[in-house]
C-alpha cells in the first residue's frame, strides 16, 4: 500500500505501481481486550533528536528480554513522550516486513525480526507494557492503493495499528507503515522512515485507517464501511496542503471527470499519473475563490490506477473503470 511521500523521509521509492512502487504494507491485523472511551488531543511539536539516536544504536546483541529492551531504550528518557518515540522509532528500525510472518506473539516477532502489521503492532503494546505506557492495539481496515482497495477485496483491507496514551491523552500511530516498503513484484522490503505516521492527527488518519471499533477515530466521524471502502484513497501531503477533495467521492471513475477541490490556498499545478501508461497528464485548474475545477480526460482505453498530484507528491488516487 502506498502512504504519501513526507518532508520527513521523501519516498522517491514510490514513484509508481506498475513499474519500481515501493510500497507500504497493510495486512491482517488483530484487536486486543476491551477498549476505553477516548478521546484524541493535540500533540505539541517536540525534539526526537535524542530518542532516535538510541532507538537507532541499540543492538540486538544487547537483548535478552523484552522487559530489557523496554528498559534499557527508555532508562534515560525524561518523559513518556520520549520514551514512546524510542520504543516506535526502534521497533520501525529494526523489524523487517515479511509476507508470510504470521503472529502477533511479540517475543517471537522480537527473535525473528520480522513480522507483518499484527507483528509491529503487539511488539509495540509490549514494549510500551514493560515501559509502564498505556499502548493498545486497533483492527480495522486501511487503503493506499487504488487499484487494489478502491471496492476491493476487505481481506486485502485487513489491518492493525495503534494508539497511545501520553500525558492523559490518546493518540494514534502506525508503526508498520513508519518502518518502510515492499517492492510488490520482488516482495523485497526497504527501510524508509516514515514520521508522518507517528502521533498522526486522527482527521488526517480518518482518510485511510478504518477502525473496527469507532471510539479510536479519536473524535472524527467514522464514515459507514461501504463508504471508506469505496472512496478514492488519500495521501498524507493532501491533509499537510489542507484540501478538501468535494467530488467525486467515490474512488472508482469513468474516462471523463471532472474533479472539484476546496483551499483557501491558491493551488500549485496539479497532475494526474497515470500507472499503466507511465504517463504524467498537466491537469489545468479553473479557480473561483477557494473553489478549484480540474477535467479530468483519460486516454480512451486506459483502465488501471490515476494519481493525482501536486508539488511531485500524491494527494489522491482513482480507478479507472
Known amino acids: 500500500m502506498n502512504p504519501a511521500p513526507t518532508n520527513e523521509a521523501q519516498m522517491a521509492i514510490v514513484e509508481h505501481i506498475a513499474r519500481k512502487a515501493i510500497i507500504i504494507i497493510v495486512h491482517i491485523g488483530t484487536v486486543f481486550g476491551v477498549l476505553p472511551s477516548v478521546q484524541a488531543q493535540p500533540?505539541?511539536?517536540?525534539s526526537y533528536a535524542r530518542a532516535d539516536s538510541i532507538a537507532l544504536n541499540w543492538s540486538f546483541d544487547r537483548i535478552a528480554s523484552i522487559e530489557t529492551l523496554a528498559l534499557g531504550l527508555t532508562s534515560g528518557s525524561t518523559s513518556d513522550d520520549e520514551k514512546f518515540r524510542t520504543l516506535f522509532r526502534w521497533v520501525a528500525h529494526n523489524i523487517a516486513y515479511q509476507f508470510g510472518a504470521s503472529g502477533k506473539d511479540p517475543l517471537k516477532v522480537l527473535r525473528r525480526k520480522?513480522?507483518?502489521?499484527?507483528?509491529?503492532?503487539?511488539?509495540?503494546?509490549?514494549?510500551?507494557?514493560?515501559?509502564?505506557?498505556?499502548?493498545?492495539?486497533i483492527q480495522g481496515l486501511a487503503k493506499s492503493m487504488a487499484r487494489e482497495h478502491i471496492d476491493g477485496d476487505q481481506a486485502d483491507m485487513r489491518h492493525a495499528w495503534n494508539a497511545v496514551e501520553l500525558d492523559g491523552a490518546w493518540h494514534l500511530v502506525d508503526v508498520t507503515w513508519a518502518?518502510?516498503?515492499?517492492?510488490m513484484r520482488t516482495r523485497k522490503f526497504t527501510r524508509a522512515f516514515e514520521a508522518g505516521w507517528f502521533l498522526t492527527d486522527p482527521a488526517q488518519f480518518a482518510l485511510s485507517h478504518w477502525p473496527e471499533d469507532a471510539q479510536w477515530m479519536l473524535g472524527i466521524e467514522r464514515p459507514e464501511r461501504k463508504d471508506f471502502i469505496q472512496a478514492p484513497v488519500y495521501y498524507r501531503w493532501y491533509?499537510?496542503?489542507?484540501?478538501?477533495?468535494?467530488?467525486?467521492?467515490?474512488?472508482?471513475?469513468?474516462?471523463?471527470?471532472?474533479?472539484?477541490?476546496?483551499?483557501?490556498?491558491?493551488?500549485?499545478?496539479?497532475?494526474?499519473?497515470?500507472?499503466?501508461?507511465?504517463?504524467?497528464?498537466?491537469?489545468?485548474?479553473?479557480?473561483?475563490g477557494d473553489r478549484h475545477t480540474v477535467q479530468l480526460d483519460l486516454p480512451k482505453d486506459l483502465r488501471g490506477p490515476v494519481i493525482i498530484k501536486m508539488d511531485g507528491e500524491w494527494l489522491f488516487a482513482f480507478n479507472r473503470e
Request: charged share 25%.
Open 114 to 137: 520480522k513480522a507483518v502489521c499484527e507483528g509491529y503492532a503487539s511488539l509495540l503494546q509490549a514494549l510500551c507494557q514493560e515501559a509502564a505506557i498505556e499502548c493498545v492495539t
Open 239 to 288: 491533509s499537510v496542503k489542507g484540501l478538501r477533495l468535494e467530488s467525486p467521492r467515490k474512488g472508482r471513475i469513468g474516462r471523463h471527470t471532472v474533479i472539484r477541490i476546496r483551499s483557501e490556498a491558491p493551488l500549485s499545478p496539479l497532475s494526474a499519473y497515470v500507472a499503466e501508461a507511465d504517463e504524467l497528464l498537466t491537469l489545468p485548474v479553473k479557480t473561483t
Open 43 to 46: 500533540t505539541e511539536p517536540l
Open 179 to 183: 518502518a518502510g516498503g515492499v517492492d
